[in-house]
């Protein structure tokens, strides 16, 4: 384990071919305020930049993966402050990098993980839930819709009526429910959540990184295009595919009964 970066706010360790990427707020619940807001762009691009992380985890230190945003820390002059400029100029170039990023992210996900956390938790490609968590819509307790694009993974997970029940109702979600209803891959013992989440991205990390790439790409675009399109853009990624070397090297180490020695070209 080493780790990378020089922060106060978030934890970024390696582990091999793996990063985690830690919300370092604890006596705080992991919730959003400037500093942290400021650093996790800083570290989320660290990681995607850096072309031997193969597999990114994302999770929180202490009790919570994150409470949501810091109530506590709203700027000194009110008057000109427009909570727009924070979540496009702020939040969403975060959330963006994690959804287009070249590689997977799995959530991790101990404890809460409530309103523009919940927004983290669900942009990963892969979620991993302790058994005591869970991924609560805080909103509508203080009269507020979601943001960060949680309104986009709850209806595109859930269906429009399931959606706007957990919104309007603040239902806690617990672990075994996210499960059910695809919020989550997996569900695991508490005191073995980043254990079991880094056994599986290491997993993840042994496959062949252009597959990976160009699949969640494919995903991406397919929830938004019709068929038509779809078909057209998975032509054009299987065509970067298979002209690659790693796609020769796959052939050759299959025909020679060995594990593929991947490259990411």
Known sequence: VCAMGNY?????????????????????????????RRELLHAVREVNDDASVRVVVLTGVGRSFSAGADLGDMPADKTHFRVEDQLNGEYKPMLMEIFAAPKPWISAINGACAGIGSAF???CDLTVMAEDAYIYQAFAAIGLVPDGGASWHLVRTLGRKRAYEVIVTGEKIRADKCLQWGLCNRVVPADKLLAETLAWATEIAGKAPLSLRYAKQALNAAIEDPVSDTITKE???????????????????????????????
């Open 8 to 36: 106060s706010t978030v934890l970024v360790e390696r582990h091999g071919a793996v990063a985690v990427v830690s919300l370092n707020r604890p006596d705080k619940l992991n919730s959003f305020d400037g500093a942290l």
């Open 121 to 123: 938790g669900m942009v």
């Open 235 to 265: 032509a054009s990624l299987q065509h970067i595919c298979i002209t690659s070397e790693d796609a020769q090297e796959g052939v050759i180490a299959f025909m020679q009964k060995r594990a593929p020695e991947w490259r990411g070209r």
